[in-house]
């Protein structure tokens, strides 16, 4: 069974930073892209950032372009997510995802079959 868990977040000034991670098991990644999407209170589930497993192919939500990076350590099973000049509307719970093997990074959730159960991310201003 396949299984996805965050870890790292919590409350943080506008201007800080926070460092998300995301640990797969049950299951072989090693071609598999992991992304990252976020959902603020009232609004649909949006696209923040991805990365293909094997190629390391990387896509970021223009939004959060210049302030996040995301990496991978392939031994782990892990994707990262270091969020820099965080800002209040980056606000929200934030989930990880599998999806398909290639190298492509999908930005619809619809491509994404697991799921991680979210870790909230809240900038106070």
């Known amino acids: 069974q396949v299984q996805l868990v965050e870890s790292g977040g919590g409350l943080v000034q506008a201007g800080g930073s926070l460092r998300l991670s995301c640990t797969a098991s049950g299951g072989t990644f090693s071609s598999s892209t992991m992304a990252w999407f976020r959902q603020a209170p009232g609004k649909e589930r949006e696209f923040v950032g991805g990365?293909?497993?094997?190629?390391?192919?990387?896509r970021y939500a223009n939004s959060v372009k210049g302030r996040f990076s995301i990496s991978r350590d392939n031994a782990k099973n892990t994707v990262y997510l270091q969020m820099n000049s965080l800002r209040s509307e980056d606000t929200a719970v934030y989930y990880c995802?599998?999806?398909?093997?290639?190298?492509?990074?999908?930005?619809?959730?619809?491509?994404?079959?697991?799921w991680g159960q979210g870790t909230q991310v809240t900038v106070s201003s």
């Open positions: 995802a599998i999806g398909p093997r290639g190298f492509t990074v999908y930005t619809t959730t619809q491509f994404y079959d697991y």
């Open positions: 990365i293909t497993w094997s190629v390391g192919n990387i």
